[in-house]
């Protein structure tokens, strides 16, 4: 084994611990007070599933760097590479598929079943709710992959007329103005196949493994979401922080005005616990209809601006002997919250430039990226990788951050908020699945859209051989 192929092997395995110690500390601070010391199951499904989320999008990168190992050899089939990468790829998404469909929906059933009951009443309750999943997805994936889980190829059917074996090579006079050989009555050339017409054109079909049109399937549901918080989040997440940076306050207000400010927002709260008590006495009576959830949707959203209100009063009006301290870290936080925003804001405006020179416009107008990210390679030779890996997360990051804004704005869609030290695990279950989800259609829009740079790739032979060429599924992957 290379030199090459040892330092891309240490390198996986070391960004593999350092991704899970950092989920690790991630889970530590941002849980809230009421799941210490338990709900110890939620929060391995928790830690597991965004490792495999952040690994899946490390593994572009990886199959990049992989595929340089063979820079090389004349074709990647005559060397051996350093990490079976389409192997990783399939078994990181049968992962992905099994921990969206069956272990979160049982991690989610179980904690937030009914505490009075025994341990076991609410395994035994989560796994009749997965059960139920699995037989529904298990016949969907069945059915379909009998059905439709074919490949379609177009190929042009080639043949040509023969000659005699020359007795020299010579007297072939073959040439780039001559290209054909010369058949036995000396005028005609053996160009049938070399001239074939669009006549020739057939359709291959054969059919393909399960592991990866169960694969296609998650990349289309995934998809759906994908496009819509996508779409998004690449503008809310930049233009987020830049707003929160000018309605930042500007300076620490009196202590009048804090009373007057807190006495408003303490009507505000016995509001909400007012709405919450008549939509528990309604729930109690039984009726628990669309009503209800509206009003329930309504009462968690007043909750959840009452918090940011709560916050943003306390940084407003810092207390304690630290209070200076305090303000100067506010200030320095929303200053780093303006640096971010404009630097995001500048990745946001090269995604959709390179989404509409490289992607939307037929043929391409340039391929944007893919030069920059093969640039970046010959200045050192992981830094386009690193460059690659950096644009493949912050569109991760862009769905998430539009999952929260529409999750503000949409009836039908329950609030999961993210925050520091007040996160319950049903809704880090929640995010995660979601995140598992998106994930997939990540890699496949991304390993599309830096087709360039990633040609070669175990991704691209996946994404862009056969999920692109399903029989009636093509047009949706």
């Given at each position: 084994?290379?030199?090459?192929n040892?330092a891309?092997?240490?390198i996986?395995a070391?960004?593999?611990?350092?991704?899970?110690?950092?989920?690790?500390?991630?889970?530590?601070?941002?849980?809230?007070?009421?799941?210490?010391?338990?709900?110890?199951?939620p929060?391995l499904?928790?830690?597991?599933?965004?490792?495999?989320?952040?690994?899946?999008?490390?593994?572009?990168?990886?199959?990049?760097?992989?595929?340089?190992?063979?820079?090389?050899?004349?074709?990647?089939?005559a060397?051996?590479?350093?990490?079976?990468?389409?192997d990783?790829?399939?078994?990181?998404?049968?992962?992905?598929?099994?921990?969206?469909?069956?272990?979160?929906?049982?991690?989610?059933?179980?904690y937030e079943?009914?505490q009075?009951?025994?341990?076991?009443?609410?395994?035994?309750?989560?796994?009749?709710?997965?059960?139920?999943?699995a037989?529904?997805?298990?016949?969907?994936?069945?059915?379909?992959?009998g059905?439709?889980?074919?490949?379609?190829?177009?190929v042009?059917?080639?043949?040509?007329s023969t000659t005699?074996?020359?007795?020299s090579?010579?007297s072939?006079s073959?040439?780039?103005?001559?290209?054909?050989?010369?058949?036995?009555?000396?005028?005609?050339?053996?160009?049938d196949a070399?001239?074939a017409?669009?006549?020739?054109?057939?359709?291959?079909?054969?059919?393909?493994?399960f592991?990866?049109?169960?694969?296609?399937?998650?990349?289309?549901?995934?998809?759906?979401l994908?496009?819509?918080?996508?779409?998004?989040?690449?503008?809310c997440?930049?233009?987020?922080?830049?707003?929160?940076?000018?309605?930042r306050?500007?300076?620490?207000?009196?202590?009048?005005h804090?009373?007057?400010?807190?006495?408003e927002?303490?009507k505000?709260?016995?509001?909400?616990?007012?709405?919450?008590?008549?939509l528990?006495?309604?729930?109690?009576s039984?009726?628990?209809g669309?009503?209800?959830?509206?009003n329930?949707?309504?009462?968690?959203?007043?909750?959840?601006?009452?918090?940011?209100d709560?916050?943003?009063?306390e940084?407003?009006?810092?207390?304690?002997?630290?209070?200076?301290?305090?303000?100067?870290?506010?200030?320095?936080?929303?200053?780093g919250?303006?640096?971010?925003?404009?630097?995001?804001?500048?990745?946001s405006?090269?995604?959709?430039?390179?989404?509409?020179?490289?992607?939307?416009?037929n043929?391409?107008?340039?391929?944007?990226?893919?030069?920059?990210?093969?640039?970046?390679?010959?200045?050192?030779?992981?830094?386009?990788?690193?460059?690659?890996?950096?644009?493949?997360?912050?569109?991760?990051?862009?769905?998430?951050?539009?999952?929260?804004?529409?999750?503000?704005?949409?009836?039908?869609?329950?609030?999961?908020?993210?925050?520091?030290?007040?996160?319950?695990?049903?809704?880090?279950?929640?995010?995660?699945?979601?995140?598992l989800?998106?994930?997939?259609?990540?890699?496949?829009?991304?390993?599309t859209?830096?087709?360039?740079?990633?040609?070669?790739?175990?991704?691209?032979?996946?994404?862009?051989?056969?999920?692109?060429?399903?029989?009636?599924?093509?047009?949706?992957?």
């Open positions: 084994m290379g030199d090459f040892l891309l092997v240490i996986a070391v960004v593999c611990v350092v991704v899970f110690l950092f989920n690790i500390y991630l889970l530590i601070n941002y849980q809230h007070p009421d799941d210490l010391n338990q709900a110890y199951f929060k499904v928790v830690v597991l599933g965004l490792s495999v989320a952040e690994i899946s999008i490390l593994m572009l990168p990886a199959d990049v760097a992989n595929r340089q190992a063979c820079s090389n050899n004349i074709y990647n089939g060397c051996n590479l350093t990490l079976p990468m389409k990783l790829w399939l078994a990181v998404y049968i992962i992905d598929v099994v921990l969206v469909f069956f272990v979160i929906p049982f991690a989610m059933f179980y079943g009914d009075d009951k025994s341990c076991g009443k609410r395994v035994f309750s989560a796994l009749m709710w997965v059960i139920v999943t037989v529904v997805v298990g016949l969907t994936l069945g059915i379909l992959y059905l439709v889980g074919k490949v379609d190829f177009t042009r059917k080639l043949s040509s005699n074996f020359p007795s090579w010579s072939l073959l040439s780039k103005n001559h290209p054909c050989l010369t058949g036995t009555n000396g005028n005609t050339n053996l160009c070399y001239i017409g669009e006549s020739s054109e057939a359709k291959w079909t054969m059919r393909t493994t592991p990866e049109y169960v694969v296609a399937l998650a990349t289309i549901v995934g998809s759906v994908f496009s819509i918080f996508g779409g998004v989040g690449i503008t997440l930049p233009l987020g922080l830049i707003f929160s940076f000018l309605r306050p500007k300076a620490i207000i009196t202590r009048a804090y009373i007057k400010e807190a006495t927002l303490g505000r709260a016995k509001e909400v616990k007012e709405a919450a008590a008549a528990q006495r309604e729930e109690r039984g009726s628990k669309r009503k209800w959830r509206k329930v949707k309504a009462v968690e959203k007043e909750l959840l601006f009452l918090e940011e709560v916050k943003a009063l940084e407003m009006y810092p207390q304690g002997e630290k209070a200076e301290a305090s303000w100067a870290l506010t200030v320095l936080g929303y200053l919250r303006l640096i971010l925003g404009i630097f995001g804001f500048i990745v405006v090269a995604w959709v430039a390179h989404i509409v020179l490289y992607m939307l416009i043929p391409p107008v340039s391929p944007f990226l893919n030069e920059v990210f093969i640039k970046l390679d010959s200045v050192w030779g992981l830094l386009g990788t690193v460059a690659f890996a950096f644009f493949c997360f912050y569109l991760l990051l862009a769905v998430i951050a539009g999952a929260m804004v529409l999750g503000l704005r949409l009836v039908f869609i329950t609030i999961h908020p993210m925050k520091w030290g007040g996160t319950l695990m049903n809704s880090f279950l929640f995010n995660v699945g979601l995140i989800l998106c994930s997939i259609s990540v890699i496949q829009f991304c390993s859209a830096f087709a360039v740079y990633a040609q070669a790739t175990a991704a691209q032979e996946i994404f862009g051989t056969m999920c692109s060429r399903l029989s009636l599924l093509f047009w949706l992957v």
